[in-house]
């Protein structure tokens, strides 16, 4: 007795569906990082121009960056945090809201704090740009992705073929 010899065959076939939409959602996923990037680069880069116009040198007597100008997040933090230092030496140790209706110091201490909120808003707004430029590397990553997968509409059907 003689058995035939069982071999397979594999067949390539297009997909059953329509893979247009998910192509598209790639490309549009891709596209929406590239803006996300631009986006957070421009906010960087003006957020920083405006930081450097107000020409603010970060003291001798601060944690870091001393003589360096505010241009970017860490100088801006370091700066925030030296002005706090400063108002509460002039004010021993009170804070704005501490601090009686009627001393003169009062007023310089709710400058002190305008300015910290201002150099702290800086640097949450340089943390939005780097968010919305990683995101937006993630974007095209998983767009690519998308579109890379879509784009590889391979159906495999293996039969039985005997000889």
Sequence with gaps: MSEAAVTTADTVAPPEKKVGLVKAAGILGM??????????????????T????????????????QGQTVSGPFTAYVQADIIQHHALEMSDGKTYAQLDREDPVRATLMNASF??????????SFGV????MGVGVLSILFGWAIHRLASIPVVVRRASVAS
């Design 31 to 48: 596209l929406g990082g590239v803006a996300l990037i631009v986006v957070g680069i421009v906010v960087w880069i003006m957020v920083s």
């Design 50 to 65: 405006q930081l450097q116009a107000e020409n603010i040198v970060v003291p001798d007597d601060a944690a870091a960056f």
């Design 115 to 124: 300015l910290r909120s201002s150099l702290f808003t800086s640097v949450v």
């Design 129 to 132: 740009a780097a968010f919305a």
